[in-house]
């Protein structure tokens, strides 16, 4: 990879070389602040995705006999180099994808953490001995599960990336991955990090090309032992649909609409601010976002004032300006469905109290927004926003809220406001979400796992379940000889 000024030229990473694609095939990459070209992506052929194939099986052998203190200490050299080009990895991944400067140094750096938890975890990944009779050794090894397949999005260029990767190499295995066509240059960043840090040739292969072709390559390979997605619902199904054709396991980190749950002993001036900080971070764009704001009656108007105030203190820019809180949207799909679902719910009757178009300047800007009187049936309440509108909704009755809530075919993140712990456990109980946040709004810990029920997916990413995926159980009898 070469790195110019204004932005890493993208280039695939196979067999340790960095390389272009076979025809020279490559797609733009678009900065969404100017809508300016910033480079070019390669785009793989069959042949080049056999490469990296046939690369992550080598690297398999290489990687699963080296000892696991001396990939941890790889690993943890491929953290430092990261957390040491934050500000670097930054700017590449704000021209690329948008978000405020101090967003993405600070993702590159948080991700750092996430592959310390996995690189140290897989220390521990112990296996069992059973008692069993005197000449008999019954014991449960965990093993890597092979070359993975790996697919992530835009919207963290390089928190999605290294939740498969941290993964994949900490318990042993090796990864041909998919970053996305619209962030190259991040993820060449981090497996630079990688390759840096001594990471063998083979173990990472990072390639790019159109994402139907390059999955249904791999997916099918005889070779690729484990698929791993993050990205939207349709495509998972798609996805673990063709895995499953082939008896290969899946994790599927799919897309979710937050429900938020104000409950009518909430405090809901703190309620809207916490909300609303999620809410606006990363400009909406992201699974676990808070998505629709289901509030108490009682506490509705000032829920509502509040929250209004706090989306007007968001200061949209370009995220590489100073003092700009929240960026453009990545691309122009973004933008076009935030008008589309402001329409949608605007001609059903919805009111827009602030924000509802598109800024009048170059860039895919859209602002916060937030909208009351929104019907069920309109768009918004029902797909997936995934960008920064917000709407508000009364409730009288709590089990109502709940059955509002549940009502969706998603379940990634939910979210809920109260004083009582009593209420707060009957949220526990009653939320179907994979993920439950009880008077805050913070996002994902190292320590804990991420992942939804339901459509939201299957399998889980950080925590002590973040290497269950990526090993295999194997239960060995040793009959005794000697
Ligand atoms: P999309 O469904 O076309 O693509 C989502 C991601 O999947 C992209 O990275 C894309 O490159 C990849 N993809 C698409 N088709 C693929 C295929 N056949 N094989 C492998 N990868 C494939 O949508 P989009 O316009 O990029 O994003 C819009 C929606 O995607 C959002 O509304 C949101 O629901 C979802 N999304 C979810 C996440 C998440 O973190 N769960 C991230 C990004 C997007």
Request: proline share 7%; charged share 20%.
């Amino acid at each position: 990879m070469t790195t110019d000024h204004a932005h890493p030229t993208p280039r695939m990473y196979i067999a340790g070389e960095w390389c272009t694609g076979g025809t020279g095939r490559t797609a733009e990459v678009v900065n969404p602040a100017t809508e300016e070209v910033i480079g070019h992506v390669p785009l793989a052929t069959t042949a080049d995705l056999d490469r990296a194939v046939d690369a992550a099986v080598a690297g398999f052998d290489t990687w699963r006999a080296t000892p696991v203190a001396e990939r941890t200490a790889i690993l943890h050299r491929a953290a430092d180099l990261l957390v040491a080009r934050s500000a670097e990895v930054g700017r590449t991944m704000t021209r690329e994808q948008g978000k405020p400067l101090a967003e993405a140094s600070g993702e590159a750096r948080r991700v750092a953490g996430a592959l310390r938890w996995d690189a140290d975890d897989a220390r521990r990944a112990y296996g069992r001995v059973i008692p069993s009779a005197p000449d008999t050794l019954l014991t449960v090894r965990r093993q890597p599960i092979g070359p993975v397949a790996a697919f992530t999005p835009w919207n963290f260029p390089a928190g999605g990336p290294m939740r498969k990767i941290a993964g994949a190499l900490s318990a042993g295995c090796s990864i041909v991955i998919k970053a996305s066509e619209e962030t190259p240059g991040t993820a060449c960043e981090l497996v630079r990090c990688f390759a840096d840090a001594g990471v063998p040739a083979g173990v990472l292969n990072l390639v790019f090309g159109e994402p139907a072709e390059v999955s249904a390559h791999l997916i099918a390979h005889p070779a690729t032992r484990l698929i791993a997605f993050t990205g939207s619902v349709p495509v998972g199904k798609l996805l673990a649909s063709a895995a499953g054709a082939r008896m290969k396991p899946a994790l599927m980190e799919l897309g979710g609409h937050a429900p938020v749950l104000v409950c009518a002993d909430a405090d809901p001036v703190t309620a809207a601010r916490r909300s609303a900080a999620a809410k606006f971070a990363n400009a909406g764009q992201v699974c676990t976002s808070p998505s629709r704001f289901l509030v108490h009656e009682s506490l509705v108007d000032a829920f509502t004032e509040e929250f209004v105030r706090a989306a007007g203190r968001v200061v949209v820019g370009d995220g590489l300006d100073e003092g700009v809180t929240m960026g453009p949207l990545a691309n122009e799909r973004r933008l076009k469905a935030m008008e589309t679902l402001t329409a949608d719910a605007v001609a059903r009757g919805a009111k827009i109290l602030t924000g509802g178009g598109r800024l009048d300047r170059k860039g895919y800007f859209f602002p916060p927004t937030v909208l009351t009187d929104v019907p069920p049936d309109a768009e918004l309440m029902t797909d997936e926003p995934f960008g920064p509108i917000a709407p508000v909704v009364p409730f009288a009755d709590l089990d109502d809220a709940l059955r509002t809530a549940n009502a969706l075919p998603y379940g990634l993140a939910a979210y809920g406001f109260t004083r009582s712990t009593a209420t707060a456990e009957h949220l526990t109980r009653e939320l179907e979400a994979g993920i439950l946040s009880v008077n805050h709004c913070g996002g994902s810990v190292h320590e804990a796992p991420s992942g939804g029920v339901k459509s939201s997916g299957y399998g889980r990413e950080g925590g002590p379940e973040g290497l269950d995926a990526y090993l295999v159980t194997k239960r060995v009898s040793h009959l005794l000889t000697d």
